[in-house]
T-cell receptor, first 115, second 113 residues
Framework: DTGVSQDPRHKITKRGQNVTFRCDPISEHNRLYWYRQTLGQGPEFLTY????????KSRLLSDRFSAERPKGSFSTLEIQRTEQGDSAMYLCASTQSGGEYNEQFFGPGTRLTVL | AQSVTQLDSQVPVFEEAPVELRCNYSSSVSVYLFWYVQYPNQGLQLLLK??????LVKGINGFEAEFNKSQTSFHLRKPSVHISDTAEYFC???????????FGSGTRLQVQP
């Protein structure tokens, strides 16, 4: 069990460019979450998948953001036409469904800087 | 909707002293409560959780927290801190039936020798 991994760990881009992040969950986990964490704040929920189905999206997820989990394994988060306000740490978490509540395991995050 | 308030953005404390990190929440439905720790350049790690039952929950690294429904609080405590406890601590809630976590803004615990 290698834990949740995210790639890249750091991304610097210019305003207006598109970026894509990848998250690989723990292999047996069927639920996957994306959160965004800005400096000095706690993580904020963006969206979550159960298998390949995207079941919930936050209003924070503007039209420029899209997330996919095509085969129910890894997930990608794409931001189009990046803005300086998109600069943040993007966190991925995974868990297995079933039971009263199952712990979400977090990856190390992708830090995005938009210049 | 749920919200979480962490009353202290920073808590400086000397090594081996006790510490309490405060957390209050707001929700119109029953919730599950969590404390996470984030070390520099690392992901979030679960310290402890309250789902139901005993209101005093024990977690890893000697931390414990007490759920107080009447005061809508879930304060984190440790009787004696170590330098290695220096980190950012986040309180979080999840409404029963909803899977996403709502986090507070965090408390930076700074343990001084």
């Amino acid at each position: 069990d290698t834990g949740v991994s995210q790639d890249p760990r750091h991304k610097i881009t210019k305003r207006g460019q598109n970026v894509t992040f990848r998250c690989d969950p723990i292999s047996e986990h069927n639920r996957l979450y994306w959160y965004r964490q800005t400096l000095g704040q706690g993580p904020e929920f963006l969206t979550y998948f159960q298998n390949e189905a995207q079941l919930e999206k936050s209003r924070l997820l503007s039209d420029r953001f899209s997330a996919e989990r095509p085969k129910g394994s890894f997930s990608t988060l794409e931001i189009q036409r990046t803005e300086q306000g998109d600069s943040a740490m993007y966190l991925c978490a995974s868990t297995q469904s079933g039971g009263e509540y199952n712990e979400q395991f977090f990856g190390p995050g992708t830090r995005l800087t938009v210049l | 909707a749920q919200s979480v308030t962490q009353l202290d953005s920073q808590v400086p404390v000397f090594e081996e002293a006790p510490v309490e990190l405060r957390c209050n929440y707001s929700s119109s439905v029953s919730v599950y409560l969590f404390w996470y720790v984030q070390y520099p350049n690392q992901g979030l790690q679960l310290l402890l959780k309250y789902l139901s039952g005993s209101t005093l929950v024990k977690g890893i690294n000697g931390f414990e927290a007490e759920f107080n429904k009447s005061q809508t609080s879930f304060h984190l405590r440790k009787p004696s801190v170590h330098i290695s406890d220096t980190a950012e601590y986040f309180c979080a809630v999840s409404a029963s039936g909803r899977r996403a976590l709502t986090f507070g803004s965090g408390t930076r615990l700074q343990v001084q020798p």
